[in-house]
Nanobody
Framework: QVQMVESGGGLVQTGGSLRLSCVVS????????INWFRQAPGKERQFVAS????????SYADSVKGRFTISRDNAKNTVFLQINSLESEDTGVYYC???????WGQGTQVTVSS
């Protein structure tokens, strides 16, 4: 059974930073590209960033380019999302998901206050 456990969220002020982590189990982690999504209150879940299975090719939504950095540690089955220069629009629950799978974790809440 594929499981994702996200962590690292919290309440931060505008302009602050957070580093989110996601530990994945139940599959061969190094074979899968991994995506990060977020869901703001009252809105649909949206793509934020992805990273190739070898970590060489990150990709970002336009709204986060230059502020978010995705990375992974295949030895630890973990993917990271470094978030800098946080804006109020970044508030939401952040989820990671291996590409092509249907399971979702519980997510981690990010709240940005002005």
């Amino acid at each position: 059974q594929v499981q994702m456990v996200e962590s690292g969220g919290g309440l931060v002020q505008t302009g602050g930073s957070l580093r989110l982590s996601c530990v994945v189990s139940g599959l061969t982690f190094s074979n899968y590209p991994i995506n990060w999504f977020r869901q703001a209150p009252g809105k649909e879940r949206q793509f934020v960033a992805s990273i190739s299975s070898d970590g060489a090719r990150p990709s970002y939504a336009d709204s986060v380019k230059g502020r978010f950095t995705i990375s992974r540690d295949n030895a630890k089955n973990t993917v990271f999302l470094q978030i800098n220069s946080l804006e109020s629009e970044d508030t939401g629950v952040y989820y990671c998901k291996p590409h092509g799978t249907s399971h979702w974790g519980q997510g981690t809440q990010v709240t940005v206050s002005s």
